[in-house]
């Protein structure tokens, strides 16, 4: 699993990757997963729906995330605009 | 005796503002040398290109997620179509869905009524990064446009509180909002007559 950060002026960015079945590297994405929802991100997984549909899951705790998904997208959260 | 000590007064004043010139002088050499530094240094991390690889690595990540019609979509037109879920029973995976969005890059998400082209409200919401990690909050283009897909398909409720809602027409042109939705069943269109031509097609032998 790889935990990736949309940034300005870069585009995305690896924060952290591991294998959720190893318990020593599922702590660390763990850890890297709160420290970005701290920073006010929101945490989003790109899926494929039952009938083909690609969308996306937005999860609020590591325990949301499917174990199975390969990458968790992070990105500012939603602000009102002018 | 007076003039003796006016004589002297008077070297006093002249050393003192001699002293004082050079450090004056020496002050303004050091503020010259300073401002040109900060200029080189804006000039280094000044990249021309920065941005542009930026973006290129935001169409990547958008092209990963969201499958190869909506990539050809934003390709082919420069927005996306999200399906509205509330309420239409689309998210059980049956049913019309009653309205849509395009979601444009850094301009606000239009939601419209497909069946007739009418245009509902804009949604303004932006995803600034308060880091500002080369001084700006925005996000490259494509990054934008990935983040409103994936907040409106993964909780379109949640990313319609967080924005500011408007009446049609306060930040987008009406008339070329229509004129995207247009181009937009034009691109469906064509899109099904190559599949329908391509399933009946027989390949060679």
Redesign the interface.
């Known amino acids: 699993m790889r935990l990736l950060r949309m940034k300005p002026g870069h585009g995305e960015v690896l924060i952290a990757e591991g294998d959720v079945e190893v318990a020593e590297q599922e702590q660390e994405l763990i850890a890297a997963f709160r420290a970005q929802l701290e920073q006010g991100m929101w945490a989003a997984v790109p899926i494929v729906a039952s009938d083909g549909r690609r969308q996306a899951e937005l999860v609020r705790a590591f325990e949301e995330v499917p174990r199975d998904a390969e990458r968790v997208i992070f990105f500012p959260r939603a602000a009102g605009g002018g | 005796m007076l003039v003796a000590l006016g004589a002297c007064a008077v070297v006093a004043i002249v050393l003192t503002a001699e002293v004082a010139a050079s450090a004056v002088k020496r002050s303004l050499v050091s503020w010259r040398v300073r401002v040109a530094a900060g200029r080189a240094e804006d000039i280094a991390a000044y990249d021309p290109g920065?941005?542009r690889?930026?973006?290129?690595?935001?169409r990547e990540?958008l092209r990963?997620?969201?499958?190869d019609d909506?990539w050809a979509m934003y390709r082919d037109l420069g927005f996306l179509r999200v399906w509205g879920r509330a309420g239409s029973g689309m998210g059980a995976?049956h049913g019309v869905a009653p309205y849509a969005y395009l979601i444009y890059p850094h301009k606000?998400i239009v939601a419209y009524v497909p069946t007739s082209a009418r245009l509902l409200s804009e949604y303004?919401?932006?995803?600034?990064?308060?880091?500002?990690?080369?001084?700006?909050?925005?996000?490259?283009a494509s990054?934008d446009v990935?983040?409103k897909?994936?907040?409106l398909?993964?909780?379109e409720q949640?990313?319609i509180e967080?924005?500011?809602l408007h009446l049609a027409g306060r930040a987008l042109d009406p008339h070329a909002v229509r004129a995207d939705i247009a181009a937009l069943a034009r691109w469906d269109h064509e899109r099904l007559q190559r599949r329908s031509t391509d399933a009946g097609s027989v390949p060679a032998p």
């Open positions: 920065r941005e690889r930026a973006e290129q690595r935001a990540l990963s997620c969201v499958g909506d995976g606000p303004c919401v932006e995803f600034p990064d308060a880091e500002r990690p080369f001084g700006s909050t925005r996000l490259p990054d990935l983040a897909w994936m907040a398909t993964g909780d949640r990313l967080n924005a500011n």
